[in-house]
Each structure stands twice: as structure tokens, then as C-alpha cells.
């Protein structure tokens, strides 16, 4: 979801088609290929990154997925990392000319282009990471992840530490998928604290990824009403959210990857994807002939979890590292929700 800034979904389905069909030429594609390929004698893994990784955490994980599965093979990984959407095209076609036994790709800006590589090389297997291709391919594998499990979860760290008995949410757009985002975080909240008010702005907007003043803005509207804990999850917008929080005394939660360097004191907690677990667990399934399918990765699995439950949390620099009483009782949920007693229901399910 809100990873990094991004385009709006429409805008990048419809570049990537329109790219897809010409020729990438200006387009420099930054290939990192540190590990010799003639180093290893196993399996050979390709990441393709939509983006640049840099500190970008999220794409860092999954880097460090592909080296530990290549590692696991006595194989080889190189990653190519796009910066565009034409970068994007000139990787994934370079990843297919390099016939790895998996092109790896992370994000939704891959979905139109797998779609036509696998369709164009049924032998070529594809293992996509957050998305997944409309159509089903036998060769293309899925790992998409539970959010909303610890979306709640991170409300129910929000309804014991609200002191005004508010908890709001600011969410890009009023959809099912992104619902995942704001209504579990309520439901968290009452599970905890039942007298708990709880509400929800959406961005919206002809950008509602990366408008960080309007997500600042739909912030203070809640805060203005004396909602004290805001789920942040506006994208690039979220840093709008952080800003209207501190200057508010409130607090906010993060999510994908840590974010509360970017606002300490203010960011509580993050959920997180743990993009290495899917995919390492993801190339696994694959080579074991385990194709074709789409796996949901949640708290159970181990690809959703919160900043504060993960180790090394006492220096996250998460307000929640302050609060151990409250991560124990988070964690007796987690723990309920992993063995099946409790069920987190799902605004995205049909």
C-alpha cells in the first residue's frame, strides 16, 4: 500500500500499457548485479524493484528476500531497480531475456506487464509481491498480504493510549481495499476501549498518494474534534499527517515500514510488511512446483506485524517502545488472532 510515492493506480496501469507497447531507449535502468553469477551453481533469481531501492525499506526487504533464497540454492540473484515507468519495461524485458528460474517483481505497477511476459513466455516463471495479475497465468505466482490483521492491532495500541477516547483514521480513497486500512483500526480501538468514537477521512483528490497537504488537512479536521490517535495511511500523504499530529501534541501510526524515525514522539507504531518473508517463502513455493496460485501472507505467516512486536523495537524510536504494558496486551491479541479464536474481519473480502 502506502510504501513510497506513487501514482494513482489508474495513471499507472495506463502508462504502463502505453510503455509496454513502444521501446524503452531513454531509459537507464540501474542494475545491481553484485553477486557474480558464475558464483554460485544452483538457481538463479531476478528482482525487478519499481522504484530506486536507496533507503527505501519496504524494496530493501525484498532484496534481502531474493539473497536469502538464492543463498538457500547455492544460486545467484541480481536486482534491477527501475525508475520509471519506462525503466520499468526495459527491466522486466531484460529479467525475461535473462531466463532466471524466477523473475521476482515487486508492486502493482508490474501487474499489465507480467500479464503480457507470461502470456509471451509460458515457460518463464513469475512470482509478483503486494499484486497480482487480473488474469490467472499458470507461471505467474502471487503474494499479497493481510493488512487489515495488523491495521487492528495497531488500533488497539491507539484505544489504550487515547486519552480523549477518539481514534480517527486518514485514508487515501473510500474503497474496499483501502478500507483495510482505517476500519480495522476502529475496530481495534472498541475491542479494547467499546466506548471508543472512532472516524475516517479519505484523501481523495486527483492525487490521493502523494498530496501531503490534504492529508494534513483531512488530519486536522479529526484533531480539530479532539481525536488524539490517527491511523496515517495517505501514501506519501502520510507525512502530512505526522506534521498536523505533532503540531498537535497527538499521535499517529505508521505503515509498510518503520516510519517513526521520520517523527519521533509522534509515531506510535507502524504495521509492516514483511516483504522478505514473501519472498523467500513466495521463490520456495515456485521451485517446489507450487505455481500459479496467490498466497495470503498475515500475523500467522509472519508478513504482517507491528514495528513494536518485531525485535530491536527499544530502538525503533517508536513512542510504543515506552509502553511495554500495552505491547503485552497487543500481543495476547496477535497471539488470538494467529490461533483462529479471534477473527479480524476483512472490508476487502467478497
Known sequence: MPRRSRRTLPLAATVALLVAGATACNAA?????????????????????????????????????VKAAAKAHNGTEKVFESTDTASQQQNVQAAVDAAPDVVVLVGFEFADLVAQQAEAHPKQQFLMIDACTTKAFDNVSCGVFREH???????????LLSKSGKVGAVDVLDTPVFRRFSDPFAAGAQQVAPKTETSTRFVGGQSPFDDSARAKEQANSLLSKGYD????????????????????????????????????????????????????????????????????YGLKEGGISLTGLEDGVADSQCVIATHPDVLKKVEALRDQIVSGELTVDDPAAA
Open 29 to 65: 535502468a540501474k542494475n545491481d548485479a553484485s553477486d557474480d553469477s558464475s558464483a554460485g551453481s544452483g538457481k538463479s533469481f531476478t528482482l525487478v524493484t519499481p522504484d530506486a531501492v536507496g533507503q527505501n525499506e519496504f524494496l530493501k526487504l525484498a532484496v534481502t528476500g
Open 149 to 159: 490483521e495488523g491495521v487492528f492491532l495497531a488500533g488497539a495500541e491507539a484505544g
Open 229 to 296: 490517535q490517527l491511523m496515517a495511511a495517505a501514501a506519501a500523504g502520510n507525512y502530512g499527517v505526522f506534521e498536523a499530529a505533532k503540531a498537535k501534541g497527538a499521535f499517529a501510526y505508521g505503515v509498510d515500514v518503520n516510519q517513526c524515525p521520520s517523527a519521533p514522539g509522534t509515531i506510535v507504531d507502524n504495521v509492516i510488511k514483511r516483504t522478505d518473508i514473501a519472498v523467500e517463502k513466495g521463490v520456495e513455493q515456485v521451485l517446489t512446483g507450487q505455481t500459479g496460485t496467490t498466497t495470503s
